[in-house]
């Protein structure tokens, strides 16, 4: 039985704002990346967002991000791999504290925007981020984009990886996302959401925009709370695949 999981991007509000149902979403995901309060998230919001997924039984994850809230974290920076190694070290010390003060803990990390995708091609970069993760607590799992120099870091320091493909996002031949300022980065038609998915997870091949067929690893799949229509894609996605046989559940559940 092929055996994913499915995890969401959330509590990526902000004092009185607000974005994506996380509540709804977590009834369909098994692994919850909460941001940290770089891109998206204050004290609050990781409080309730992290609270909601312990009693779904929802994995916790912390989504660190570049230090760019107008730009919510998606906009490249000019950082040393020093700096990234603190903010990453600062920014999971933050929900895993949350998660044990509300009775769980924290189980892995996903970078969140740019940082991923720089550190996805720069070693040196992801090697900062694999280094943070380890030394703040080497049982948890990294997350990375499948075949990316993140997954190769984790390797190269002690860390499980988790190979992460993406739901509702196209690829590139090279295996990378499709850049979000071109046309059809995001991927809005459910049904083709379910296509891609069903290749990813069971024949670990995505199709890049230019048609040619890309392998994958997928040991975890995304969905970002903040895509319009997010809960109709999670429910669907997830029926897709135990319709197709596949075990949904958390890394190391």
């Given at each position: 039985?092929?055996?994913?999981d499915?995890n ?5 509000g ?7 149902d996380?509540?709804a979403?977590?009834?369909?995901v098994?692994?919850a ?6 891109h998206?998230?204050?004290?609050a919001?990781i ?7 312990v ?8 989504h660190?991000s ?17 700096e ?13 504290a ?5 009775g769980?803990r ?14 996805a091609k720069?070693?040196?970069l992801?090697d900062?981020v694999?280094?943070?993760v ?9 997350f990375g984009?499948s075949?990316s ?5 984790a390797?190269?320091?002690?860390v499980?990886?988790a190979?992460?493909v993406?739901?509702?996002r196209s ?10 300022g071109?046309?059809?980065?995001m ?7 379910i ?8 024949d ?9 067929e890309?392998?994958?690893?997928a040991?975890?799949?995304c969905i ?9 894609f999670?429910?669907?996605i997830r029926?897709?695949?135990e319709?197709e ?5 958390a890394?190391?559940?």
């Amino acid at each position: 039985m092929r055996r994913i999981d499915f995890n969401c991007d959330m509590g990526e509000g902000f004092g009185a704002w607000r974005m994506g149902d996380d509540i709804a979403l977590l009834d369909h995901v098994t692994s919850a990346n909460v941001a940290c309060g770089f891109h998206a998230g204050d004290p609050a919001t990781i409080r309730r967002t992290v609270k909601a997924a312990v009693e779904k039984g929802v994995a916790i994850g912390a989504h660190p991000s570049l230090p760019d809230l107008q730009g919510f974290g998606r906009r490249p920076m000019h950082v040393s791999p020093e700096e990234i190694y603190d903010i990453i070290v600062y920014q999971v010390g933050a929900v895993d504290a949350f998660a044990r003060a509300c009775g769980g803990r924290l189980r892995h990390v996903k970078a969140h925007g740019a940082l991923y995708n720089m550190a996805a091609k720069d070693r040196a970069l992801a090697d900062a981020v694999a280094t943070a993760v380890r030394d703040v607590d080497r049982s948890l799992v990294l997350f990375g984009l499948s075949g990316s120099e993140l997954i190769a870091a984790a390797q190269g320091v002690g860390v499980t990886p988790a190979a992460e493909v993406f739901a509702d996002r196209s690829y590139q031949d090279d295996g990378s996302l499709t850049p979000r300022g071109r046309p059809g980065a995001m991927i809005e038609d459910v049904e083709t959401s379910i296509d891609q998915v069903k290749r990813m997870v069971l024949d670990g091949i995505v199709r890049a925009q230019s048609g040619r067929e890309v392998p994958v690893q997928a040991d975890t799949l995304c969905i970002h709370g903040d895509q319009p229509g997010a809960l109709e894609f999670a429910q669907r996605i997830r029926a897709a695949l135990e319709q197709e046989g596949a075990e949904v559940r958390a890394i190391g559940a």
